[in-house]
């Protein structure tokens, strides 16, 4: 079992900041790539950005340059999102995922954070 647990959504005014984390836990044996997606009120869910295990990035065009992921692979593997220059079209609940191992040979399977709501408004 693999628990991925989020954090660090809220109310914030446009042209502000945020930073969310999420902390995985359970059955890690490794976790290959890393990202976040969101989801809108009414629109389907979208991806934001990725950050495989060596700390190579991608981001979507709506967010690059804004926003920041990053992570720590340290006891528990933990990736962030910094979040910049926040735009009222930020607006949306923010999934992490992750690409888990949970054994040396085993295939890497999906993990789903259970969402943190955005809200940027003034």
């Known amino acids: 079992q693999v628990q991925l647990v989020e954090s660090g959504g809220g109310l914030v005014q446009p042209g502000g900041s945020l930073r969310l984390s999420c902390a995985a836990s359970?059955?890690?044996?490794?976790?290959?790539?890393m990202g976040w997606y969101r989801q809108a009120p009414g629109k389907q869910r979208e991806w934001v950005a990725t950050i495989t295990s060596m700390g190579i990035t991608n981001y979507a065009d709506s967010v690059k340059g804004r926003f920041t992921i990053s992570r720590d692979n340290n006891a528990k593997i933990t990736e962030y999102l910094q979040m910049n220059s926040l735009k009222p079209e930020d607006t949306a609940v923010y999934y992490c995922?992750?690409?888990?191992?949970?054994?040396?040979?085993?295939?890497?399977?999906?993990?789903w954070g259970q969402g943190t709501l955005v809200t940027v408004s003034s």
């Open positions: 359970g059955s890690v044996f490794s976790i290959d790539a």
């Open positions: 995922k992750a690409d888990v191992r949970t054994a040396w040979f085993s295939r890497p399977l999906d993990a």
